[in-house]
């Protein structure tokens, strides 16, 4: 079964550091990735998607991800954090095939940042 | 349509009592899904529709659970003789249909069962 692990559930970071993000998905075939973000308050915004093609994907707000086939892994990755990205991020895997569409999600990692 | 759109965006309402959730999906988008996220957790998935065809019911947690869509458009998503368990975040979401396309989401329903 397609399921999705974010290992982290709580991660602090300092504004201008950088951050990683981990997520690790268990899956049968190339799998469709998506990081969204969820703001207080706000509904869920996709970042970025990854199905084919180069392994580094790049996003909106300055997030990029890399999916690593050998470690079923799709971390997400920002430079320099901005006080304006504390939310909580979700990692998701398409479950397609048959009747299914639907996003499989991880529990989601809360990211806070220290000014 | 500008986004995906969800109503009401907050119900309160008694243990036993029924209670339907609405979502306007983007025009021309022919999937819709909805979820359900409890505090702190992240999305379960509940029931997803594709054009015509007959729903995914697979991820409903009990019969009391129930959804509708007609056509491409509306889905209201029923949930009868509610339980204080089924206090949650309601997400609906639309998309082309097509595998890899970016699912949008609406803002919640954010349903309490006292």
């Known amino acids: 079964a397609q399921s999705v692990t974010q290992p982290d559930i709580h991660i602090t970071v300092s504004e201008g550091a950088s951050l990683e993000l981990r997520c690790n998905y268990s899956y049968g075939a190339t799998p469709y990735l998506f990081w969204y973000v969820q703001s207080p308050g706000q509904g869920l915004q996709l970042l970025l998607k990854y199905f084919s093609g180069d392994t580094l994907v790049q996003g909106i707000k300055g997030f990029e991800a890399e999916f690593k086939r050998s470690q079923s892994s799709f971390n997400l990755r920002k430079p320099s954090v901005h006080w304006s990205d504390a939310a909580e991020y979700f990692c998701?895997?398409?479950?397609?095939?048959?009747?299914?569409?639907?996003?499989?999600f991880g529990k989601g990692t809360k990211l806070s940042v220290k000014p | 349509g500008a986004g995906v759109s969800q109503s009401p965006s907050n119900k309160v309402t008694e243990k036993g009592k029924d209670v339907e959730l609405r979502c306007d999906p983007i025009s021309g988008h022919t999937a819709l899904y909805w979820y359900r996220q409890r505090l702190g957790q992240g999305l379960e998935f509940l029931i997803y529709?594709?054009?015509?065809?007959?729903?995914?019911k697979s991820g409903l947690p009990s019969d009391r659970f129930s959804a509708e869509r007609t056509g491409e458009s509306v889905s209201t998503l029923t949930i009868q003789r509610t339980q204080q368990e089924d206090s949650a975040v309601y997400l609906c979401?639309?998309?082309?249909?097509?595998?890899?396309?970016?699912?949008?989401f609406g803002p919640g329903t954010r349903l309490l069962v006292l």
């Open positions: 979401a639309s998309s082309r249909g097509t595998p890899g396309e970016t699912q949008y």
């Open positions: 998701a895997v398409g479950a397609w095939g048959g009747s299914q569409g639907n996003l499989i």
């Open positions: 529709f594709q054009g015509n065809s007959a729903p995914d």
